[in-house]
């Protein structure tokens, strides 16, 4: 076992369901083993500033239901400006952290594994609503966020059917379709689309006129923010990069929307779901999820398996190297996507 008397743990990138139970299960196995934790505060900018609060009982009691992180978060990366890195590793001497757990996607996890390479002890905890890292079945978050889409595209039904309507529901995903697959496959949706496969727009449409022919006067499209048309680039709301060279997608929608009322001549209505999908309670699910990641944080770190990265294979909550997440994006692969397709019209 490996010494440790003072642990760290941040929160980076976007914030999603469940974080805070990943963070209550820290402290709460932390102390079983007499290990003091501190919280650091927004993100990787909080080792760049030292800004620090403890990590107690009573600073974690009730926060199981909550959504977001008490911590705060940031999509601060250290590795952009050489003064911020040395500030990260000074600091951490400073606070006297004899191990760090970041909790965050592929940007926090692969800024983790650059300073495990310079000899800072972290642990990851993959956190992403997409699902889309790989070495894990599913992230926490990502359940919640279904739920929350499959809600909304259960109301966006009985609006569209009063009123004839075509509904595009636009949701979160990137560069992966989970979100919109599954909300989709549960909310009944008659078209999905995901950033794996370019827009189709006459079979959209063809797929919408056909409906209309047997009766069906509405239908709902499920859109994914990073689906794009073949040969397009990505609608996105700004030219402006965040830190880790991401741009801010959004539009998808308005543009499908636009593209099917002109093809089809039928009234069309978009609805952007955006940031909900990320906010509120987690589901039971996200919270044992969390829990179990916390859990087993600290035991990689008792382990001195740093480097490695919580993961849910099966039923089990294993270690692996946090490489294996951040190498490549996980994706929904064709014969999930073909189980969709079976349901559109």
């Not at 993100?43 to 620090?52: C, F, H, Y």
């Not at 093809?263 to 039971?284: C, K």
């Not at 035991?299 to 990265?309: A, D, R, S």
Request: glycine content about 12%; aromatic content about 6%; charged content about 25%.
């Amino acid at each position: 076992m490996t010494t440790v008397r003072q642990l760290g743990v941040l929160t980076g990138g976007g914030d999603c369901p469940g974080l805070n139970p990943v963070i209550r299960a820290i402290v709460r196995r932390a102390i079983q083993s007499h290990i003091t934790v501190v919280g650091i505060r927004n993100g990787w900018k909080g080792l760049v500033k030292a800004e620090t609060i403890p990590l107690n009982l009573q600073a974690v009691s009730g926060i199981l239901p909550r959504g977001g992180t008490i911590l705060g978060t940031s999509r601060t990366n250290p590795y952009k400006k050489p003064e911020d890195l040395a500030s990260v590793k000074e600091n951490i001497k400073k606070l006297q952290l004899d191990a760090l757990i970041a909790i965050g996607g592929e940007d926090t996890l692969g800024v983790a594994t650059k300073l495990v390479k310079e000899g800072v002890r972290v642990v990851g905890v993959p956190k992403t609503i997409d699902n889309d890292l790989s070495a894990t079945d599913v992230t926490f978050g990502f359940d919640t966020a279904v739920n929350i889409a499959m809600e909304a595209i259960d109301r966006l039904h009985t609006t569209a059917e009063s009123h004839h309507r075509i509904m595009v529901a636009e949701v979160m995903g990137r560069h992966a379709g989970w979100i919109a697959t599954y909300a989709g496959i549960a909310g009944g949706a008659d078209v999905i689309l995901i950033p794996e496969e370019p827009i189709d727009l006459d079979e959209v449409c063809g797929i919408i006129k056909t409906r209309h022919a047997r009766g069906k006067d509405f239908s709902i499209v499920v859109v994914a923010e990073g689906a794009q048309f073949a040969n397009k680039n990505l609608v996105k709301t700004t030219e402006k990069l965040d830190e880790f060279g991401h741009v801010r997608l959004g539009g998808i929608g308005d543009t499908l929307g636009k593209l099917i009322e002109e093809r089809t001549g039928y009234e069309t209505r978009v609805t952007v779901l955006g940031h909900i999908q990320r906010g509120g309670s987690p589901t039971a699910f996200d919270r044992v999820l969390g829990t179990r990641f916390g859990v087993k944080a600290v035991e990689l770190v008792l382990e001195g398996k740093f480097g490695y990265m919580t993961s849910l294979q099966g039923n089990k909550v294993i270690g692996v190297p946090i490489e294996q997440a951040t190498g490549v994006l996980k994706t929904v692969d064709k014969d999930f996507y073909q189980l969709a397709k079976i349901f559109f019209g």
